[in-house]
């Protein structure tokens, strides 16, 4: 009977300490994890290769049957531990002309441009509880709603290309995290794209929306979420820098990797365990 209590205690360590990087998700679902990423990126609205190796969503849902058009986008996501990275690909249903200005202030959000929402603290009650960021392809940003009032959001970079011919643009941002986000935690994450075949010509609003889901918008309550994850990025290293880790692998082969910790903790826990059982005999 000890010796299957022992076993029992044995394969119970191996389990748990296997499965110490499992994150839950929330009740609506999530989007998946966002690897980390610490090899720098540059925020010029160029599509760095490290995004490649990201979190990739796709953004083409009509948010309602009344806004429905042919505009599409990817999001990419990365994160290095202290900001969040995205990278947002559009392809436009409509002409990419200069923005009109004319009602500038009254109708920014409705024309060309993003709203990207994110619920930093991933238990949001209302809209007054999100933090959303918006911007046009001219790089120009707007505010949106504070989070829970304490915090007002913040865009540590945003740059943004445009190839009007094509009618392609895209827009990358860098968010400091807000709300005790760190690694490990899940947010609340959300997109929507806005296209206008005026470019703001109009005070009332004439614009279509792509969405990563219908009909959400700004109800954080509703949101999937997304997952800061402790798993680097599966970026390939290049040739120079294997080539370099080739002349120092005899030092790099001392190195323990995670998994073997993690049995090695077991079999000692378990010896501890056997120890204990023979002294009882």
């Not at 500038?104 to 993003?114: A, K, P, R, S, V």
């Not at 806005?194 to 279509?208: C, H, L, W, Y």
């Not at 889901?213 to 949101?223: D, L, P, T, V, W």
């Not at 997952?227 to 040739?239: F, G, H, R, Y």
Request: proline letters at 2%.
């Amino acid at each position: 009977m000890k010796k299957l209590i022992a076993l029992t205690l044995i394969l119970c360590t191996l389990v748990s300490a296997m499965s110490l990087t499992v994150f839950a998700l929330t009740k609506n679902g999530s989007w998946g994890e966002v690897p980390m990423y610490i090899g720098g990126l540059t925020i010029d609205g160029k599509l760095d290769d490290a995004y490649n190796y990201g979190l990739i969503i796709d953004c083409k849902t009509p948010f309602r049957d009344s806004y429905k058009c042919a505009t599409t986008a990817k999001c990419y996501v990365l994160h290095d531990g202290s900001f969040l990275y995205c990278f947002i690909s559009v392809d436009s249903e409509f002409e990419l002309s200069d923005y009109n200005m004319k009602y500038d202030g009254e109708n920014h959000w409705n024309t060309t441009g993003l709203e990207l929402m994110i619920d930093w603290s991933n238990d949001a009650a209302s809209q007054n509880d999100i933090h959303k960021y918006m911007g046009w392809y001219d790089n120009s940003i707007f505010g949106g709603f504070l989070s829970k009032g304490k915090e007002k959001e913040t865009i540590s970079d945003y740059k943004c290309t445009v190839d009007k011919a094509a009618k392609k643009w895209t827009a990358e941002l860098k968010l400091n995290f807000m709300e005790g986000a760190k690694v490990g935690s899940e947010i609340g994450f959300n997109l929507m794209i806005n296209s206008d075949a005026t470019m703001g010509a109009n005070k009332d609003a004439t614009r279509k929306i792509t969405a990563f889901e219908a009909e959400i918008s700004n109800a954080g309550e509703k949101y999937k979420n997304v997952t800061l994850s402790s798993k680097s990025a599966a970026v390939p290293v290049p040739e120079t820098t294997a080539a370099a880790a080739g002349d120092r692998a005899p030092a790099a082969a001392a190195q323990t990797s995670d998994a073997l910790v993690y049995i090695l903790t077991a079999a000692v826990m378990s010896g501890a365990c056997l120890t204990v059982f023979r002294k009882k005999k």
